[in-house]
């Protein structure tokens, strides 16, 4: 594809281009809100119903939150503290019900059909309520007027009178973490934790496991993060650069920093999906132990990246080496699900292994496909036995599957489409839709990444539910998951790039009814939502905000043709004197006609304030 920025194209000319970022507030802003100009509330995800009323409630130093029962208490206690986390007011906790308050009610009794993740809001200028059935509802209610209650520049606490009522189109709204390639620490995923519940996303997918690294410790098999958990990374990276000894690449979570991690996200509504991903990514395991492998060759956890041939066996052995880890496993995550992996298994070790050959003799297996199935069939009938479900890559779909595996479906959503067809369920997470490792803009300011785009709005439009599924089967499709693999995510800065925006369109894809998803009213809440992020000092990409440039120059001519646009379609302003291009500059409209030398400068405009520092001119 055409690259609307090109910097070689600038070499030698006589002009001067310089893009600058930038988003200002739109008329609809939030600080300077009262009852005559009612704030437009900028939620995101958006909800499924919401009615403006008259007014609006403001927070001030008396206002109260007042919460009845320990599930409503902690609740009340999240809002208050995610409400000083982004700059806003310190509001007391009380059970009494005063004047100038904010309650977060708990009902259990006549919304017994609802969602548990559904909630009401009601804002009037006499107070708020937030009503839940289930402590998630209310729990969500809460991010809602956590946002609302951070439209304003420093945390505004206007809040518009409104009525809503919500709850998440989808059960499964999902996010993996991938630190088997760089490792995140603790405090790093606790940070994504509370970003995704901010998001209303409730599903951590933890890629415990790979090639690359071996990362959850399992008490039976400590080799498993002594000689798994670490890897030389190639070239100059796997060398101290002052004696030139190896220098490893290691990490792994204690089993008590995973008890923390999966306490930290159930307090804020998620489920963490631990996976041990076999037959195939599992390098790492048969270095530590080498009777898992198929092979007799001694192996090392692997230092670059892709699909490697290295696959457990499926003996006995070795299906109670998986039974015992997967033991330790499902003690650790009570949620109901275990993925157990089984993508990009090539099976060129088991095709060139008599023992393997032997085995599939001797399970009636016909293929090595049949083999993986197996293995998936053993593994999966253990979880049943411990109360949990298995999920896998949809590769698995490939064998017999249990009716009761559920299948990720990654290559493309044709998998995700048979297995619903067949009576499993699936999490949608294409990687054509939904892969955040992938570049999201075409600007040369993108850090690295896989190299072709999927773009904010590529990731908005996805949509969980193929249209040719038959109704009957729909209510397998239980959600959708994005998916970030960090084989070029060196940092957390950067991962945090890759994951934001985009996590934010998958949010809304999760939660809200279809027929409300509007990209041009997404965009036009975006820029308030990034202010909660800076507010809460949550990295994200401005790569989608940035002006881009084309030239087109006629040297002969002395002329030089520019187009200027913005990957979002914020408009473009510019200058062409030298002087730094604000919301009032000249708007762009059609490409310009230059004379040689010139010199543009020029920004996109959301909101009127510029999110980074724009380069200098000279
Ligand atoms: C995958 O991306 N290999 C699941």
């Known amino acids: 594809m055409k690259r609307p920025f090109v910097r070689r194209a600038l070499a030698g000319m006589a002009i001067t281009l310089l893009v600058l970022a930038g988003c200002a507030r739109t008329g609809s802003d939030a600080g300077a809100a009262t009852a005559s100009a009612p704030i437009t509330p900028a939620l995101i995800p958006a909800p499924a119903t919401l009615q403006a009323g008259e007014g609006s409630f403001v927070i001030n130093a008396d206002t109260r ?11 009340a206690g999240q809002f208050a ?3 000083t986390s982004a700059g806003g007011p310190a509001l007391a906790i009380t059970d009494a019900d005063a004047k100038n308050v904010i309650r977060f009610v708990l009902e259990t009794g006549d919304a017994a059909a609802a969602s548990p993740e559904a909630y009401t809001l009601d804002i009037t200028p006499d107070g708020v309520t937030v009503k839940a059935r289930d402590e998630r509802g209310l729990f969500y209610g809460a991010v809602t007027l956590w946002q609302l209650a951070t439209q304003g520049d420093k945390g505004g606490v206007t809040l518009p009178a409104l009525h809503i009522e919500d709850a998440p189109r989808f059960a499964w709204r999902g996010f993996m973490l991938d630190p088997a390639r760089h490792f995140q620490t603790v405090d790093e995923v606790k940070k994504i934790i509370d970003a995704m519940a901010l998001h209303k996303l409730n599903t951590l997918h933890w890629h415990l496991t790979d090639d690359q690294g071996w990362r959850i410790e399992i008490k039976q098999y400590p080799k498993l993060t002594e000689i798994g958990g670490c890897r030389i990374p190639a070239g100059d990276g796997g060398k101290d650069p002052k004696t030139g000894e190896p220098r490893p690449y290691c990490g792994f979570y204690t089993q008590d920093q995973i008890r923390d991690v999966v306490k930290y996200a159930a307090e804020r509504h998620i489920t963490v999906v631990p996976e041990i991903n076999v037959p195939g990514h599992a390098t790492a395991a048969i270095a530590a132990y ?16 892709g699909v490697f041939p290295n696959l457990v066996n499926v003996e006995e052995p070795t299906i109670t080496f998986l039974e015992n880890v997967l033991g330790e496993v499902v003690q650790l995550f009570p949620g109901t699900y275990v993925h157990i992996g089984g993508d990009e298994a090539v099976k060129d070790q088991w095709e060139a292994s008599a023992r393997e050959q032997a085995r599939m003799r001797q399970v009636g297996a016909k293929t090595e496909m049949d083999l993986q199935g197996y293995l998936v069939e053993r593994l999966e009938k253990y979880l049943a036995g411990h109360g949990k479900r298995l999920i896998g890559w949809d590769e698995i779909l490939e064998a017999k599957l249990p009716p ?7 290559r493309g959503i044709e998998g ?5 067809r067949q009576g499993h369920d699936v999490v949608m997470s294409p990687s054509n839709k939904t892969y955040l490792d992938y570049l999201q803009t075409a600007s040369p300011n993108e850090p690295p990444g896989r190299p072709a785009l999927i773009t904010l709005q590529d990731v908005y439009a996805f949509e969980p539910v193929p249209p040719e599924l038959e109704e009957s089967q729909r209510h397998h499709i239980l959600g ?6 960090t084989e070029h995510t060196r940092t957390f800065a950067r991962l945090q790039h890759n994951a934001f925006p985009r996590l934010a369109a998958v949010a809304e894809t999760g939660w809200t009814p279809a027929a409300k998803k509007d990209f041009a009213d997404f965009t036009r809440r975006l820029p308030t939502q990034l202010k909660r992020y800076d507010a809460i000092g949550l990295g994200y990409a401005k790569t989608p905000f940035e002006a881009m440039i084309a030239t087109e120059d006629d040297r002969k001519a002395g002329t030089v043709k520019v187009t200027l646009s913005n990957p979002l379609g914020y408009p473009v302003h510019y200058t062409t004197d030298g002087s730094e291009p604000t919301s009032t500059s000249k708007a762009f409209a059609s490409p310009l006609d230059l004379k040689l030398p010139v010199t543009v400068r020029a920004a996109a405009f959301a909101e009127g304030r510029a999110w980074r520092p724009p380069p200098r001119s000279s």
């Open 81 to 83: 503290a995610y409400l």
């Open 404 to 410: 009761e595996a559920t299948v990720m479906s990654w």
């Open 416 to 420: 995700g489409l048979k297995a619903a």
């Open 290 to 305: 080498p009777e898992l492998g198929s092979i007799d060759t001694p192996l090392v956890p692997s230092s670059e990246w």
């Open 480 to 485: 959708l998951q994005a998916n970030l693999w």
């Open 65 to 75: 939150v007042s919460a009845t029962g320990a599930a409503a208490t902690r609740v």
